[in-house]
């Protein structure tokens, strides 16, 4: 009966043991597993909190373009606005026919053609000649 004991009291030992180690795993895989969940929350709102401050620099940037263009437009528009007052003052002297024609005269003097003619475009549908 010694014997029986002997090898009962060390089944046991071994059994006791062997549950040890798997507890031990499992909490190791639980461990492992909200490391991993906590982990890659943290990188998903990482990587949102970077997108997001990069579009909004973005954003940003695009507004400030926008306004310095409307800005441009609103000088130009007063530019215009200008020199419109500056020509109807001119038409009130009577002096906007000559410039028109003076206008007129210059643009045909510097190469334009005359009225209903056209130069003919090239052939693009025309194999090029390859040189030998």
């Known amino acids: 009966m010694g014997q029986f ?43 949102a909190e970077r997108l997001d401050t990069y579009f909004k620099r973005k954003l940003e940037s695009k507004r400030k373009q926008v306004a310095g263009v409307q800005t441009l437009f609103q000088t130009f528009a007063t530019q215009i606005e200008a020199n419109l007052d500056v020509e109807a003052d001119d038409d009130d002297l009577g002096g906007h026919e000559s410039r028109r024609r003076k206008r007129h005269s ?26 030998s």
């Open 5 to 47: 004991t002997g090898k009962l009291s060390m089944l046991k030992t071994r059994q006791v043991e062997t549950a040890m180690e798997v507890r031990e795993r499992m909490n190791m895989q639980g461990e492992m597993t909200l490391l991993c969940k906590y982990w890659g929350h943290w990188r998903l709102s990482t990587k």
């Open 106 to 131: 210059g643009s045909r003097s510097q190469g334009s053609l005359p009225r209903g003619t056209s130069v003919p475009l090239p052939d693009i549908h025309q194999k090029a000649a390859v040189a």
